[in-house]
């Protein structure tokens, strides 16, 4: 782990490939439970493992027992741990490569492993192709062609990664950039700066003098000593700490404006912009704009677009799609802003898998400026997430009761994730359904169902008089599963017709209803809510995430939930169909 202090994550992320590795020699599955437990529990904590170890206050939070104290311990004090390396010796390696693939997991992997005596996805990939799957017990043609389904879906994202990985790297590269002690100016660029929810690399555009280059690249040297640091095609090139590739395209000072535009916006949105440049009288060549007279003067991009007749378009728009129908409507200048935040929904609190109190969660709500949150934990269909009976309802509403007492300027809704069951009915009765402020209904299991059947099972459920929202309409996990078949836009057209919500799940991992359906939300005039899902208090954060994929969505504010004050609010949720 290096001379780095090792964090909650990587500490969970130990944990985990303990339950896995105990999964996959067939030994006790409740201690390889123990383990997935204990790394959920700490990927969540509040406070680093350390701080909450030497305080005492570890040994207070249920699912983290005295050997996964020990254990964090030693990993902490060494940044090792004897035990798991041990373990980890013990298997093949590529073992644990292959439960990266979407539907393998640690049984089925064992299975391969026993029975055909595969060891990597190379293997594993071959033994396809050769219908080895076919006849094993417990898999068969349909498991094999998921399997091959699933490898190619690893290949495909093998170098990708999340939005919030990309934001957090490319602060920290234009942080470090800041310090070079030559003027120079600089903006993130491409993918990140549009907030594509996946990313394959960080691009930062620089202006600087030639002369200073050289002095530059030195400089990124020293500050990224342990990265392979070099010039490629007059950028430079390396990796960030956290292994996403980077890019610094260099340009100089006056080619900086018409820079910003080519390396920001997608391929297809800078051609659409050049046609229009083209059809006013002007060229696009490299890093200039050039009219009859000559170079065109840009201070900003904003006078690119005004060039063609067109207001600023955001760089979360530039994707080549309706933008210029949207620039055109004049609704740009309402996208929703976080500014315009006021409250989120869909939290979760240490009732069910949450690991911050209710007065937590409130207490940083308030300290992010915001007026309201629900607090809609697991219902009790729930198990994985110690779902909440009807004993446990009654004594979270009387606390809620209690801190909306004591935080009158606040409000706390009374809601709950319920599961939507398997035949579209929901897992409370209407007579404790009625008791909450409003219901949010979402899929967790059983995602295998045809189109049809999973289309009918969701709208039986947002057809039910006290359910208001739909959480993560796909169910969707980037980078590890795509989401459920489904006929969305069926969906979506229910939604508006019963004056319903649809959520943005604003979590990194899903970012789920995708922006790409904008234009059909805009059309039916849908009801937004952009909601954390969060799990702890830091999670509330993740709130930003979502409110950039709804102004890639090019949905006004006026449609999103959150922008709205309390009281509208509880109008809306009062009225039932």
């Known amino acids: 782990m290096g001379a780095e202090k090792i964090t909650n994550e ?62 964090s311990k030693v990993l902490i004090e060494t940044g090792q741990l004897p035990y798991y390396e041990k373990l980890k010796s013990s298997i093949p390696p590529g073992l644990l490569e292959m439960l990266k693939i979407p539907g393998l997991g640690p049984r089925k992997v064992r299975k391969l492993w026993q029975e055909l005596g595969i060891t990597n996805i190379g293997e594993l990939e071959y033994a396809c192709d050769v219908n080895r799957l076919v006849s094993l017990e417990g898999f068969g043609l349909k498991t094999q062609q998921k399997v091959l389904e699933g490898i190619k879906f690893l290949k495909k994202y093998s170098d990708k990664h999340f939005i919030s990985d990309g934001i957090a790297e490319s602060e920290l590269i234009a942080s470090v950039l800041q310090e070079f002690p030559k003027a120079l100016q600089m903006h993130v660029v491409g993918s990140v700066r549009r907030r ?23 400089f990124i040297k020293e500050a990224f000593s342990g990265a392979d640091v070099k010039e490629k095609d007059e950028n430079i090139v390396f990796r960030s700490p956290g292994g996403i590739p980077v890019v610094i395209h260099l340009v ?37 704009i050039l009219g009859k007279t000559g170079r065109v003067n840009l201070n900003s991009e904003a006078d690119i677009y005004a060039l063609v007749g067109l207001p600023f378009i955001p760089p979360e728009l ?39 109190s209710v007065e937590e969660m409130v207490i940083r709500a308030r300290e992010l400026g915001y007026s309201f949150i629900s607090i809609s934990d697991h219902s009790k269909s729930a198990f994985y997430a110690n779902g909440l009976d009807e004993a ?27 599961d939507i069951l398997v035949d579209g009915s929901l897992d409370y009765e209407d007579r404790v359904l009625e008791k909450f402020d409003f219901v949010i209904a979402s899929v967790h299991s059983r995602f295998a169902l045809s189109a049809s059947e999973q289309t009918e099972r969701v709208l039986r459920a947002i057809r039910n008089p006290f359910v208001k929202m739909l959480a993560h309409p796909t169910g969707r996990l980037l980078l590890a599963r795509k989401g459920y078949e489904i006929d969305l836009e069926r969906v979506l057209r229910e939604i508006a017709k019963l004056d319903k919500v649809v959520e943005i799940n604003a979590s990194p991992h899903r970012l789920d209803l995708d922006w790409k359906w904008g234009k059909l ?24 995430y979502g409110v950039y994929v709804a102004r890639k969505a090019g949905i006004p504010g006026r449609n999103i939930l959150n922008t709205w004050s309390v009281e509208k609010l509880e109008a809306f949720f009062r009225k039932k169909e």
């Open 10 to 71: 990587q500490i969970a992320e130990i944990f985990k490939e303990l339950g896995a590795i105990l999964e996959l020699k067939g030994e006790n599955p409740f201690k390889a439970r123990a383990y997935y437990n204990a790394a959920r529990i700490i990927e969540k904590l509040p406070a680093p493992m350390e701080e909450m170890i030497n305080s005492g206050e570890i040994a207070r939070i249920k699912g983290i027992g005295e050997a996964v104290i020990k254990k």
């Open 196 to 218: 594509c929810e996946i990313i394959g690399e960080i691009e930062v555009l620089v202006a600087i003098e030639c002369e200073l280059r050289s002095e530059l690249l030195n």
């Open 252 to 288: 100089d000072k006056s080619s900086f404006i018409p820079a910003l535009f080519y390396f920001t916006g997608s391929d297809s949105h800078v051609r659409m912009i050049e046609k229009l440049l083209i059809d006013k009288g002007y060229r696009f060549v490299k890093n200039a």
């Open 318 to 356: 530039r994707e080549g799609r309706d933008e210029l129908e949207l620039a055109g409507s004049g609704e740009i200048s309402e996208l929703v802003k976080m500014g315009d935040i006021k409250g989120c929904f869909h939290i979760h609190s240490n009732y069910s898998d949450g690991i911050n």
């Open 392 to 418: 446990r309802l009654e004594q979270q509403w009387k606390e809620i009761d209690e801190i909306n007492e004591k935080y009158p300027d606040f409000r706390v809704f009374k809601s709950i994730e319920s």
């Open 521 to 544: 939300v805009r059309e039916l005039n849908v009801k937004i809510a952009i909601n954390p899902d969060a799990h702890n208090v830091d999670d509330i954060s993740d709130v930003e």
